[in-house]
């Protein structure tokens, strides 16, 4: 059993950083991959970015390529995202989600957080 609890978001300029933390309970931890998703009103819920339970391997969304970097402290039980330049259109919930196969597609990763709100103001 793995508890997710998300943090870091909030409100800030187009422009501006963000770093979101998910941090995690639980002892196996360190043996899963780690994603985070996002989900704008009246949109669905969409893939931002992955990494594999060693931190080896990671997986962006095209949209956020090049501007968010996903990592992972096994030994804090936490995954971070850093979102820079951010922009309006990055403005959504986001979820960190834990599974035993790293993807981009939701249904493998089981547990997840409950979100954080990031709000991007033009």
């Known amino acids: 059993q793995v508890q997710l609890v998300e943090s870091g978001g909030g409100l800030v300029q187009a422009g501006g950083s963000l770093r979101l933390s998910c941090a995690a309970s639980g002892r196996t931890f360190s043996s899963y991959a780690i994603a985070w998703f996002r989900q704008a009103p009246g949109k669905e819920r969409e893939f931002v970015a992955a990494?594999?339970?060693?931190?080896?391997?990671?997986y962006y969304a095209d949209s956020v390529k090049g501007r968010f970097t996903i990592s992972r402290d096994n030994a804090k039980n936490t995954v971070y995202l850093q979102m820079n330049s951010l922009k309006p259109e990055d403005t959504a919930v986001y979820y960190c989600?834990?599974?035993?196969?790293?993807?981009?597609?939701?249904?493998?990763?089981?547990?997840w957080g409950q979100g954080t709100q990031v709000t991007v103001s033009s």
């Open positions: 990494i594999s339970w060693s931190g080896g391997s990671t």
């Open positions: 989600a834990a599974g035993p196969t790293l993807g981009t597609a939701s249904g493998p990763y089981f547990y």
